[in-house]
C-alpha cells in the first residue's frame, strides 16, 4: 500500500514538473513567432489592437463622409429657401412698386380732371348769380 501511494505521488510530481517545464520552455520560445501553429499572446493582441484600429479608422471615414453629405444637403435646402425667399421679396417689392405708381397716376388725373373742389363751383352757383 505504501508503494502504491508513492507511486501515485510521484505521477503527479512528474505531471507538475514535466508540464510546468513544457509550458516555461513554450512560453520562452514564443517571442512573437508562431510555434506549433499557435502564437504569441502578444502578437495576437497587437494584430488584433492593428485590425481594430483599421476598422475604427474606417468607421469614421465613413461617418464623416455621411456627416459631409448631410451637411451639404442641408445647405443646398437652405440655398434654395434663401433663393425662394429673394425672389418672392422682388417681386413684392415690384408689386408694390407698380401699384404705387397706379396711385399716383390716379392722383394726377384725379388732380388734372377736375378743376377745383364741388364746394367752390356749388357756391358760385349760388344766390348771387
Do not use: C, W
Amino acid at each position: 500500500m505504501l508503494i502504491r501511494t508513492h507511486m501515485e505521488e510521484l505521477k503527479e510530481r512528474t505531471n507538475e514538473v514535466l508540464y510546468e517545464t513544457y509550458r516555461t520552455q513554450k512560453l520562452a520560445l514564443s517571442d512573437g513567432t508562431e510555434v506549433d501553429g499557435a502564437g504569441s499572446p502578444l502578437s495576437k493582441f497587437e494584430e488584433e489592437k492593428i485590425a481594430h484600429e483599421a476598422k475604427m479608422a474606417k468607421m469614421e471615414s465613413e461617418m464623416k463622409a455621411v456627416f459631409q453629405q448631410k451637411v451639404a444637403e442641408k445647405e443646398s435646402k437652405l440655398k434654395q429657401s434663401e433663393d425662394e425667399l429673394y425672389q418672392r421679396h422682388r417681386e413684392m417689392k415690384e408689386q408694390l412698386e407698380k401699384q404705387r405708381l397706379e396711385l399716383e397716376e390716379k392722383k394726377k388725373r384725379l388732380e388734372s380732371g377736375r378743376p377745383g373742389t364741388p364746394e367752390k363751383a356749388k357756391k358760385a352757383k349760388g344766390l348771387f348769380k
